[in-house]
């Protein structure tokens, strides 16, 4: 996953998700992982696999308390099987990575979402297949992550239950996400100079080839202090 704010400087990529080459998206460089189909290649072995840093973080101040939405991620006019979308707005100083899926799911095709087959069948999540975006504060910030907007939707053959975690815990604890409908699950996250990375995960899918997609808008709120 590729890190940037508007103004557009490239800092970060995450192993375990695809290319970012989503509308909108700058350019910058990223170790590109498969998400299936034509989207190319590799971290299987390390599906928690730490953030690399490619350059200098966005320097910003917390003279002035921010509280409010963080960073939306806006899918409308996306073809679903798009490798990345990238953050329409984030606050400022605060640095926001694309959308992604992880490299273990296969990109399939739907409207103003990112979509995906391939999601777990057991009664848990599978710790590979997922969907990945993050944050980081500006420097000199903390962050706080309060919520997260999320509009979902399955096939019939796909996810019934799915559910959000966050790096701050080594995504040991999760919220659970309404896998059919808009939901606004809690989050409970304090960051400083770290990178936030949050994954949506569905599992009980009857059947591999079922769809589980996140649509139309992703909103994280918190705030910077």
């Known amino acids: 996953m590729e890190f940037r704010r508007a103004g ?31 989207d190319a290649s590799t971290n299987q072995n390390r599906p ?20 409010g939405v963080l960073a939306t991620w806006d899918f409308t006019g996306a073809a679903g099987n798009q490798a990345s979308t990238s953050a329409s707005q984030s606050a400022t100083g605060v640095s926001a990575g694309d959308a992604a899926r992880s490299a273990s799911l ?26 990945t975006f993050g944050l980081q504060p500006p420097s000199g910030c903390s962050m706080t992550l309060t919520s997260l907007a999320i509009d979902t939707k399955a096939s019939a053959t796909g996810p019934p239950s799915a559910s959000v975690a966050t790096s701050d ?15 606004a699950p809690a989050l409970s996250v304090n960051a400083s100079t ?23 808008t992703l909103t994280v709120t918190g705030s910077l202090q």
């Open 8 to 38: 557009a400087v490239a800092l970060c990529a995450w192993c375990g998700c695809a290319a970012a080459t989503g509308r909108d998206t700058p350019s910058g460089s990223i170790d590109a992982p498969s998400s299936g189909g034509s």
């Open 48 to 67: 928690d696999a730490p953030v690399r840093i490619d350059a200098p973080q966005v320097t910003g101040s917390c003279s002035t308390p921010f509280s």
């Open 106 to 131: 296969t990109a399939m095709t739907g409207a103003n979402s990112i979509n995906s087959s391939g999601w777990a069948t057991g009664a848990s999540p599978d710790p590979t297949k997922f969907y």
């Open 169 to 183: 815990d080594g995504f040991t604890q999760s919220s659970d996400v309404n896998p059919n409908a808009a939901t």
């Open 194 to 216: 770290a990178i936030v990375e949050l994954r949506v995960y569905g599992y009980g899918a009857s059947s591999a080839s079922g769809t589980f997609r996140i649509q139309n």
